[in-house]
């Protein structure tokens, strides 16, 4: 499916844009699936906050075991300064994670089109394992900034090489927090390192390298209409800004690694019970 072409601009730019990859209907279902999820959410009993600012604190037991579970996050910007609730539930959820391949069958499906292991296939993978997704809402008005960051600080394998699939549901652009990537930008160092002490149940982003992020000039938006498919290196810093419009911005996302590179202990994603998901 990829030209030679393509598989040569992944390499050299550390991304690369399929538009309108998927049918309009496949990712219907996800959205409609991910609806069904948040109806049956109890959201008085769970009032886990999804925030990546204030360097990853407060990340929890709840946060953890979304490792091989579904589980809902809210909106910074859904609760008051009391934490009362200020938007309905399909509102107020900034994501749902992170075994969601496992667990739904809607989106196990969804990740079982052959589309995604051709792919990962074609650009290097031998046996690509689907570690995590995640359905992003991307709220109205509060659908909250994404700071830059590189997902290989969060899913550390040896040697590195997780790989993001990240799919619009929603039409994506500048004004409902489009995805932002700095091309070539995979060939800078790790930043930051997110590492989990399991005897305290802790984690904490540590600096690695104090290579500055990238400027405002070296962002490109990723401006693309639902159904496209963005793959990128677990290295190419990216942000997302704040939803400051009217519309969401519902996307999908999966992060795989291969199979032969060891999964590192500190990271905060463990699948001892569910195990291996081949693409
Ligand atoms: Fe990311």
């Known amino acids: 499916m990829l030209s ?3 598989v040569q601009q992944y390499a050299e730019q550390g991304c690369l844009v399929l538009e309108a990859a998927i049918n309009q209907s496949e990712v219907e279902l996800l959205k409609q699936a991910a609806l069904a999820i948040v109806e049956n959410f109890d959201i008085n009993n769970q009032r886990s906050v999804f925030s990546t600012g204030d360097r990853d604190r407060g990340r929890d037991d709840y946060f953890f075991d979304s490792a091989e579970n579904i589980h809902c996050f809210l909106e910074e910007g859904a609760l008051d300064e009391h934490g009362a609730l200020q938007k309905p539930a399909d509102l107020a959820i900034n994501k749902i994670g992170h075994a969601l391949h496992d667990l739904d069958p809607v989106f196990k ?7 995604f292991g051709r792919l990962l296939r074609e650009i290097g993978y031998a046996c ?9 809402f991307k709220q109205p008005h509060i659908g ?3 700071r830059w960051h590189q997902d290989g600080s969060y899913l550390i394998s040896d040697p590195p090489g997780v790989t993001g699939i990240w799919v619009a549901v929603e039409d994506a652009d500048r004004n409902n927090g489009c995805l932002w990537v ?5 060939q800078s160092p790790l930043r930051e390192i997110y590492e989990v002490d399991w005897i305290k149940r802790q984690g904490s982003l540590r600096i690695l390298d104090s290579t500055p992020w990238p400027q405002t000039h070296e962002a490109v938006a990723v401006e693309v209409p639902a159904g496209s498919v963005v793959i990128f290196h677990d290295h ?3 942000y997302s800004s704040q939803n400051f419009s009217d519309k969401s911005r519902h996307a999908f996302t999966m992060h795989v ?10 990271n905060w994603l463990q699948r ?3 195990g291996n998901f081949e693409l």
């Open 4 to 6: 030679s072409r393509q």
């Open 109 to 115: 499906a969804f990740c079982e089109l052959p589309l």
């Open 128 to 136: 690509p394992l689907l570690w995590q997704t995640m359905y992003i």
């Open 144 to 146: 909250g900034e994404v």
């Open 182 to 186: 700095q091309p070539r930008g995979q």
């Open 236 to 238: 190419m810093p990216h």
């Open 257 to 266: 690694a291969e199979k032969s590179a060891n999964w590192s202990n500190s």
């Open 272 to 274: 001892p019970v569910l």
